[in-house]
Nanobody
Framework: VQLQASGGGLVQAGGSLTLSCTAS????????MAWFRQAPGKEREFVAG????????YYADSVKDRFTISRDIAKHTTQLQMNNLTPEDAADYYC???????????????????WGQGTQVTVFS
């Protein structure tokens, strides 16, 4: 499985960006997806996750009510809509995937086998 992340860029505080992650798997069914981020000098942290069916979503407290994760199973894509961005959201964002047939989603890095390359988000005030 290969994951291709895109959509990062430079945005003013208060603005919005949408990140996309496309999976190369023959089938996207049964895969939990998540976004993590890593700012310079900090640990990689969980941002949002979505269950294989799309029925359940999970967010870090710091992004709840501002970010929305979604998926299109037919198109093998997962998106992260980010609104009201702040400089604290600036980081490299990574999508991750794991075969996980549960409505729960791992919130830790070791819960995912497959990772996309990072896409950089820069927020200026």
């Amino acid at each position: 499985v290969q994951l291709q992340a895109s959509g990062g860029g430079l945005v003013q505080a208060g603005g919005s960006l949408t990140l996309s992650c496309t999976a190369s798997a023959r089938t996207f069914s049964g895969w939990a997806m998540a976004w993590f981020r890593q700012a310079p000098g900090k640990e990689r942290e969980f941002v949002a996750g979505i269950s294989w069916s799309g029925a359940s979503t999970y967010y870090a407290d710091s992004v709840k009510d501002r970010f929305t994760i979604s998926r299109d199973i037919a198109k093998h894509t997962t998106q992260l809509q980010m609104n009201n961005l702040t400089p604290e959201d600036a980081a490299d964002y990574y999508c991750a995937a794991e075969k996980f047939l549960s409505q729960r989603v791992p919130r830790y890095q070791t819960g995912y086998t497959y990772w996309g390359q990072g896409t950089q988000v820069t927020v200026f005030s």
